[in-house]
Nanobody
Framework: QVQLVESGGGLVQAGGSLRLSCAASGRTVSSYAMGWFRQAPGKEREFVAAIRWSGGITYYIDSVKGRFTISRDNAKNTVYLQMNSLKPEDTAVYYC????????????????WGQGTQVTVSS
């Protein structure tokens, strides 16, 4: 079992920055790839970024490349999403997720989800 708890969301003006954190706990959490998803009102949940626990290999969707950075601190079992140059279209609930058998790229199948944290970007 893996438990995920997100934090760091909030209200920011366009062009601003936020850093989301996801604290993971569980006996085998180090064997999971970690990812971030987001869901805007009236839209489907969308994959945003992923990172493997070993090697730090990362993947991003095109709309956030160059603006968002996913990273992890294995000692703290925590994954981060640094979001810079935020746009109003980034407004969504952001979810942390864990994938035991991540295949790379956008082929992320979440085995566990966090509760989500709201990010609102005003224009």
């Amino acid at each position: 079992q893996v438990q995920l708890v997100e934090s760091g969301g909030g209200l920011v003006q366009a062009g601003g920055s936020l850093r989301l954190s996801c604290a993971a706990s569980g006996r085998t959490v180090s064997s999971y790839a970690m990812g971030w998803f987001r869901q805007a009102p009236g839209k489907e949940r969308e994959f945003v970024a992923a990172i493997r626990w070993s090697g730090g290999i990362t993947y991003y969707i095109d709309s956030v490349k160059g603006r968002f950075t996913i990273s992890r601190d294995n000692a703290k079992n925590t994954v981060y999403l640094q979001m810079n140059s935020l746009k109003p279209e980034d407004t969504a609930v952001y979810y942390c997720a864990a994938d035991r058998y991540y295949r790379g790229g956008y082929y992320f199948t979440a085995d566990y989800w966090g509760q989500g944290t709201q990010v609102t970007v005003s224009s």
